[in-house]
Nanobody, 127 residues
Framework: KVDLVESGGGSVQVGGSLVLSCTAS????????MGWYRQIPGNECELVSS???????SYADYVKGRFTISQDNAKKSAILHMTSLQLEDTAVYHC?????????????????????WGQGTQVTVSS
């Protein structure tokens, strides 16, 4: 059974930090790109950051310099370190895995349009 289990969401004040973790099971971790998408109400589901099995990383422009993605192959986990959080970072963050992750996942992350998806974790940034 394929599973992506997310943890680490929560509430933080502007300028604060959070760490999101996604642990995978049920598929060959090394064959997949891992990533984090986010869903802001009214916006499309968009790729925030991703990491390949060769540790090549990508970041959306609005998180560059603030978020860092890493991977723990032994634990089959993808970790997103988020710093200098802003109000506009408030969203539901979803872990996803596929051979190649597209920049946009369409209208709703919850539609799970490709690959494998976690259940989503809420990140709320307040002033």
């Amino acid at each position: 059974k394929v599973d992506l289990v997310e943890s680490g969401g929560g509430s933080v004040q502007v300028g604060g930090s959070l760490v999101l973790s996604c642990t995978a099971s049920g598929f060959t971790f090394d064959d997949y790109e891992m990533g984090w998408y986010r869903q802001i109400p009214g916006n499309e589901c968009e790729l925030v950051s991703s990491i390949t099995s060769t540790l090549s990383t990508s970041y959306a422009d609005y998180v560059k310099g603030r978020f860092t993605i890493s991977q723990d192959n032994a634990k089959k986990s993808a970790i997103l370190h988020m710093t200098s959080l802003q109000l506009e970072d408030t969203a539901v963050y979803h872990c996803a895995a596929d051979r190649i992750l597209p920049r946009s996942a369409g209208r709703y992350c919850d539609a799970h349009p490709f690959g494998y998806w976690g259940q989503g974790t809420q990140v709320t940034v307040s002033s």
